[in-house]
């Protein structure tokens, strides 16, 4: 415990980076899936490629992402931008499959009324649709906050700071008290980021409180 | 760079041997088999018994929050508690086994779990209607409509399985991780990158042959195939389930 006061400083900084590392990728990864996911779902064709070619991107185990990554975008091997990209990349690739379903769970009839009242296409997505898929969206976004907290403490095996040094040191010191420390302080940042979508999944759906 | 790494994978020198491509994509297709039957043993009897009797629903939520813990992390933790207690070689495989069929179980749990729960219950009271026992339910209904999120949850396993076997190699495992910690360690660009092309290629390979077997595995009736010949039975398998 001891430990813990002492390096409360570190433990933050490291948290604060990846919260960073882990959750700037989920926001940019949420904003390309919508429009993927849209693309999905109106043109049935272009589903199963999306789907597919997406899927294999996951296929890629994390620590090859981080080390093929700079061949592609050019960057320097130990550059924390691989680890933003390649979190980006899972991002997508576990949310157009969410978000194209979602917006196939919101039920026809709810779309020919919105059309019978008025509404034109593109309002009608972000005022009807995209709401309605909300529950199921942040259902698959609390999945990939999960996934990508624990995916970005590898980042660690190729020198990006973030809670994973804390693992990384602790095995190679034999050193308990840290390696703990890393293990509790990811699984707490999951659970902050878990809590904030569904926080947030709630406020964007009040009609899903009202008359229970 | 690309130069670098294409004579680097085309080297004789790196096909040979027990150091060789040929003997790291062994070891670590062994490590991963060997895993996914473990997991696969503890976790889809499991999940049989929790779907079709209802009862021990927080296995499997446990078992799925442990998703939330690094697989770094554990692999560390494991390795610093269990390694010192076995001794000779296989004090740096047994507790990567470990861990990797710990991480395997939940996808395998979840996915027979989700797979028995979605069961049409018209087609679970049809079967008892025609006179089959519990265990005949499971085994002729409930395992063969479930198949279809089984197989992802093994396939989401093996994914899982073999990435996780790469990060392994900072604890000493072998296998195709060990051309990138080692390339990392020496800062040789070409070896961590010939290294991770192996381990996506590989990666690839196997979820390609997994969805295979999917489709091998998976009832016509469930996957729409015999549409043109009668929808029924694919159209009972996508109503959405009402029960629970």
Redesign the interface.
Known sequence: MSWVLDHIGEILSLAGQHAYLAGVPLLVGLLLALPLGWLARRYPRLYPPLIVGT??L????????F??LP?VIGTR?LDPTNVLVAMTIYTVALLVRTVADGLGSVPEVVNQAATAMGYRRVARFFTVELPLAVPVIAAGLRVAA??N??IV??A????VSQ??YF??D??QR?F?TE??V??VS??VL??VF?GLIVLAGRVMTPWQRVGR | MIDNILGWLTDPVQWSGPDGIPARVTQHLGYSVVTLLVAAVIAIPLGLLVGHTGRGRFLVSMANSLRAVPSLGLLFAISLWVGPKIHGSLAFVIPSIIVLVLLAIPPILSGTYAGIEGVDPAARDAAKGMGMRGSEVLRVVELPCALPLLMSGLRSAALQVIATATIASSVSLGGLGRYLIDGVASNQYEVMAGGAMLVAGLALLVDLLMAGLQRAVVSPGLTGKFRHSGAVASDIASQPSTSS
Not at chain 1, 156 to 159: A, E, I, K, Q
């Open positions: 899927g294999l996951y296929t890629i185990p994390s620590l090859a992402l080390i093929l061949l091997v999960v996934s907290v624990s403490s590898v660690s095996l190729v020198g809670l994973g693992l990384t602790g095995y034999g308990a390696l703990v890393g293990i990811c699984v999951a659970l878990d």
